[in-house]
């Protein structure tokens, strides 16, 4: 499949991947908004419910307290016979009707009634019509109470105390009851304060959490502004109640989340894959050219070995076998090159450790690199000053480092400088340190933290003549972190590079 085919492919997968998640929230934000303006509603439903049961309440207090004092005035106006404040009108029947004057109505009302029974029979149509009169004035009387007490309510209710007014304990469980009846059981707390702010009662287990977001209520909504007293009320679980009912929707959002990281990882992972493929390709063609030219040598000199006059000639004998060696050791270096990629495969490199002294390493690897350095002009200088040279380590594969990281020396000399390669070792505590310096061209800080890195490579600007594919300084890294080593680069651009390696030195016994 083509890259571009791939990419467009991620882009439209991603696309529908992120507006699934945005519909998601947003689902889930106006979910929790609805469930919000419900709750509010449901609560101003059971305040107002409170209110009018508060108001019941007042009105029942107030026609219970004023029966009871017009029944004590009829009775001490009975018992005094006071006439000032009484009169009196013949029923049809010849009854008398008590009448009373109420200030708040202005008008007279019967206040009790007086039956004269007249001796001798009475006919069924006059019996019906003397009750009728009873029931009428009866109902006359109590609609002169109402009007009263209502007079005397709108007069006088909302100078009484508060206290007066309203038994705070019976507002719990009206409060409790309109939460119930709307749906609401979470736990609530509740203050009652008058118009001012200034606090009058609250609820024994009051609680100022969650009491920035309190619902307020007029408990008698018809007192004048000045003297209007509120219930608030506020819910500690309210987050949490909308919370949980929006919760079912949050295993859907996360299950969408790690299929769209899923995805973008599987998609990097594509094209890393199809990198790594690209770079095998091309190196396995750089590799077959690179055999060709060792292997067309080393054939062409073995051939002139069989040659009577070139075996005459010791001069000419020499060359030629010197020819076949440098070939041999060129086509080694390509085969190690082969080795390395295929450990990379692997991510496990199989180490065959023994004791091997590093001096002595170092020395014989210096004089294997020490023509390719004079070969531009350079020279190798060699410090093993290591009293504890001695380590347990794979000997092939650290050989392939220092060998590798002199050849990164050469590849990025300086054309305009001989090249000066010094290779150093001591020890210090434990371990044994190794460092290899030039004088190059140096790297980059920014490059600097990646160089270990699987196919990075340091940009050349316009300089295409070093060849490879930026696996020597990773397994560089990885075959001295598997000896339990550390490795490090200091680096300026213009003054060379120097690699630091440590390893740990043999323990005795």
């Not at 295993?251 to 594509?270: G, H």
Request: hydrophobic share 40%; aromatic share 10%.
């Amino acid at each position: 499949m083509k890259k571009r085919t791939i990419l467009i492919i991620g882009i439209v997968m991603g696309l529908s991947f992120l507006i699934l998640l945005y519909l998601q929230i947003s689902y889930i934000e106006e979910m929790a908004k609805m469930r919000n303006e419900q709750f509010d509603e449901a609560v101003k439903r059971a305040l107002l419910a409170v209110s009018k049961d508060v108001e019941s309440e007042e009105v029942e207090r107030w026609l219970r307290e004023d029966v009871s004092m017009q029944d004590r005035q009829a009775y001490d106006d009975s018992q005094n016979k006071q006439s000032s404040q009484q009169r009196y009108i013949s029923g049809p029947d010849g009854s008398k009707i008590e009448l009373r004057q109420f200030s708040g109505a202005q008008q007279e009302f019967p206040t009790s009634v007086t039956i004269s029974r007249n001796h001798g029979l009475r006919t069924i149509p006059q019996t019906s019509r003397t009750m009728a009169d009873m029931l009428k004035n009866r109902y006359l009387y109590q609609r002169g109470l109402m009007e009263d007490v209502v007079w005397r309510m709108i007069y006088y209710a909302s100078e009484r105390p508060l206290g007066e007014r309203v038994n705070f304990q019976n507002i719990d469980q009206y409060l409790k009851q309109g939460l119930v009846d709307n749906g609401i059981s979470l736990t609530y707390h509740f203050k009652i304060v008058d118009a001012d702010g200034k606090e009058i009662y609250r609820c024994s287990d009051y609680s100022d959490a969650g009491s920035k977001s309190s619902y307020t209520q007029p408990l008698f909504v018809n007192d004048p502004p000045a003297r209007l007293s509120n219930l608030q009320v506020h819910f500690p679980g309210k987050s949490d109640y909308i919370f949980d009912s929006v919760s079912f929707m949050i295993p859907s959002i996360i299950f969408t989340f790690v299929l769209l990281v899923t995805f973008i990882f599987t998609v990097y992972n594509i094209f890393r894959q199809k990198k790594l493929t690209e770079m095998k390709n091309d190196f396995i063609n750089n590799m077959t050219h690179e055999f060709k030219t060792p292997i067309s040598t080393i054939s062409l000199a073995a051939q002139m070995l069989n040659d009577p006059a070139v075996s005459k000639s010791p001069a000419m004998f020499q060359h030629v076998s010197g020819i076949i060696n440098d070939e041999t050791k060129r086509l080694r270096f390509q085969v190690e090159k082969v080795l390395q990629m295929s450990m990379f495969d692997r991510q496990k490199a199989t180490l065959k450790m023994k004791e091997v002294d590093i001096n002595e390493l170092i020395y014989g690897v210096c004089n294997t690199f020490h023509l390719k350095v004079e070969k531009f002009g350079g020279q190798i200088e060699p410090e093993l000053e290591a009293d504890n040279p001695f380590v347990f380590v794979d000997e092939m594969h650290i050989t392939n480092v220092i060998f590798n990281l002199m050849d990164n020396a050469v590849k990025y000399r300086n054309p305009d400088v001989n090249l000066l390669l010094t290779v150093r070792t001591w020890n210090e505590g434990e371990k044994l340190f190794i460092s290899i310096a030039d004088n190059g061209v140096g790297i980059k800080k920014e490059d600097l933290k990646k160089i270990f890195e699987k196919f990075y490579r340091v940009h050349t600007g316009n300089v295409h003549d070093v060849k490879g594919f930026g696996l020597g300084l990773a397994y560089v890294k990885k075959i001295i972190t598997d000896h339990k080593g550390t490795i490090k680069a200091e680096s300026e651009v213009g003054q060379g590079t120097k690699f630091i390696i440590s390893l740990p030195l043999m323990k005795e016994g």
